[in-house]
């Protein structure tokens, strides 16, 4: 079974660009999250789909951050524009329903943001 | 809200012998999950173990069993046997409803 995907892994821009991370949960899961890892810290949730839906974006800085999971399977993430303090790994999880059983979510490989 | 704390930011442990990770918890609510998560330095977070609130005995998986002990709101990760590929970051975290929240982790260097 393949795992969950994303891309870029890595990514290099200026201050003030934007920049696109992108996707692909495990199949068939419903539930799919973002989360934002700053170094030396744990896991930060940034956004949670349910299907097509956001269940909590309580944490998205939303004057610069937007995500969106339009047909309930892949999903991207968007700054704009970045600045300094965005530099971070973006992970990528997905679990097979948030409102099921222990629901564990499973990671992809994260895309490492540096922000100059 | 709810806080997980891991005291610990590194530990040390001779191959083969057993190590234990702290966390302890805060919430307010009956009903949570509790994970931990191992992150090597290549940065994928691997599911480990799982305990649920309403479990009555502390969840295994092979070498890691996690020691649960709700009242004082604690559930350490102990490792049996430690391999040189533990060596990693391990998360402890915790689901209180639909939420998701991480401790700041320990890391674990074991040494031959």
């Known amino acids: 079974e393949a795992g969950v995907a994303q891309s870029p892994r890595y990514k290099i821009i200026e201050k003030r660009q934007s920049v696109a991370f992108w996707c692909n949960p495990i199949s068939g899961h419903a539930t799919l999250y973002w989360y934002q890892q700053i170094l030396g810290q744990g896991p930060k949730l940034l956004i949670q789909f349910q299907n097509n839906g956001v269940v909590d974006d309580s944490q998205l800085p939303k004057d610069r951050f937007s995500a969106e999971r339009l047909k309930g399977v892949d999903s991207t993430l968007k700054i704009q524009p970045a600045k300094l303090e965005d530099s971070a790994v973006y992970l990528c999880a997905s679990s097979l329903n948030l409102l099921k059983g222990t629901d564990t979510q499973y990671f992809g490989p994260g895309t490492r943001l540096t922000v100059l | ?112």
Not at chain 2, 57 to 66: I, K
């Open chain 2, 1 to 112: 809200a709810q806080k997980i704390t891991q005291t610990q930011p590194g530990m040390f442990v001779q191959e083969k012998e057993a190590v234990t990770l702290d966390c302890t918890y805060d919430t307010s609510d009956q009903s949570y999950g509790l994970f931990w998560y191992k992150q090597p330095s290549s940065g994928e977070m691997i599911f480990l173990i799982y305990q649920g609130s309403y479990d009555e005995q502390n969840a295994t998986e092979g070498r890691y069993s996690l020691n649960f002990q709700k009242a004082r709101k604690s559930a350490n990760l102990v490792i049996s046997a430690s391999q040189l590929g533990d060596s990693a970051m391990y998360f402890c975290a915790m689901r209180e409803g639909h939420g998701m929240r991480f401790g700041a982790g320990t890391r674990l260097t074991v040494k031959p």
